[in-house]
């Protein structure tokens, strides 16, 4: 049995019989005005984070969603657009797919502004999406790509990009971790498929995005996730786990390579009322300007005396130097 179908056994039991915490953390519940989330769709959250972020959902945006669970994320992004067919959802596993579509009945009945068929079904996989090119806005996934191996991760994320819009985004929340795996954890399947062993690191997540072509990456966020420990997983020493929240937008490439933000800033506490350091980058005396990680460095190398570059954070809230 291929870490695929494992994935798929999983995930038909979890559809089947709800499974509260079956992998992952709570994903944040909007409490958006009229909008109600059913508890079966929360005990069927089998997210690490949100995708759901309210600046990119102006205008009524078309979205893809892969990988359904219980339908949750997707109710949220239909109250952004209220249309029908205006969101799809993606997903290879039969019994996930059915339990949405109930699922859907009852917000139907819980929210009156809803309704089914603002959310279009389909099966699929994500390394085959049956989606037009560059037809969508927004696209999600939580949890999802970090059960991927490289090659397959590979194809996932050609697959997303292939199906935005120019300057659309790639809204992903997935586990990382920074230490070692030793080959038992990530050759085990099932810990695979349960988002633990397959999570990358930060740099190495970045980078297969990037190499996919997006120009422009945003870490949103970055959270404790998970621990293993030696007395209930095959490792000698303990392992953290943290989950992150990013945004890929299909922006063209810089010649000087993407822009990625990390939650860096740049103070100027000179003499004048600002610095231009003439290559686009306007510095207000005081003012905290977010930076990508490229300017930064760009800034540094200047060896003023009058600018400081905060440590990156890991959480970008928008605007700055790009």
Not at 115 to 125: C, E, H, I, M
Not at 182 to 206: F, H
Not at 241 to 254: F, G, Q, R, T
Not at 294 to 312: E, P, V, W
Request: charged residues 25%; contains cysteine; glycine residues 8%.
């Amino acid at each position: 049995m291929s870490y695929l179908e494992t994935t798929h056994n999983v995930y038909k039991e979890a559809a089947l019989t709800p499974d509260v915490g079956l992998c992952c953390t709570t994903n944040p519940i909007w409490e958006l005005p009229g909008l109600k989330i059913p508890r079966i769709m929360q005990e069927m959250n089998y997210g690490c984070g949100s995708t759901v972020h309210a600046r990119d959902l102006t205008n009524n945006p078309k979205m893809l969603y892969v990988g359904v669970g219980g339908g949750m994320e997707l109710l949220q992004f239909a109250y952004f657009n209220r249309n029908k067919g205006g969101i799809i959802g993606i997903d290879v596993v039969d019994e996930m797919l059915e339990a949405s579509r109930k699922n859907f009945i009852e917000a139907e009945e819980m929210n009156p502004w809803f309704k089914g068929n603002f959310v279009d079904l389909r099966k699929g996989d994500a390394m085959n999406l049956p989606v037009d090119d560059n037809s969508i806005d927004v696209a999600a996934q939580n949890c999802l790509f970090n059960i991927f191996k490289s090659d397959d991760l590979k194809k996932a994320i050609a697959e997303m990009y292939r199906v935005l819009k120019p300057h659309g985004r790639l809204v992903m929340s997935d586990p990382t971790c920074e230490q070692p795996m030793n080959d038992e954890l990530r050759n085990d399947e099932r810990l695979r498929a349960l988002c633990l062993s397959g999570s990358l690191q930060i740099n190495e997540y970045v980078k297969a995005l990037t190499d996919a072509g997006f120009g422009t990456i945003e870490i949103r966020a970055r959270k404790p996730y998970r621990i293993l420990d030696p007395k209930n997983y095959p490792t000698e020493e303990l392992i953290y786990i943290e989950s992150i929240e990013v945004a890929a937008i299909k922006d063209p490439m810089p010649e000087d390579g993407p822009c990625v933000f990390t939650g860096k800033a740049a103070i100027y506490y000179g003499d004048k009322d600002y610095f231009d350091d003439g290559v686009g980058h306007t510095l207000l005396k005081n003012q905290p300007l977010a930076i990508c990680d490229k300017t930064a460095l760009a800034l540094k190398s200047l060896k003023r005396g009058d600018i400081y570059i905060s440590n990156a954070t890991f959480h970008y809230d928008g605007g700055g130097c790009c």
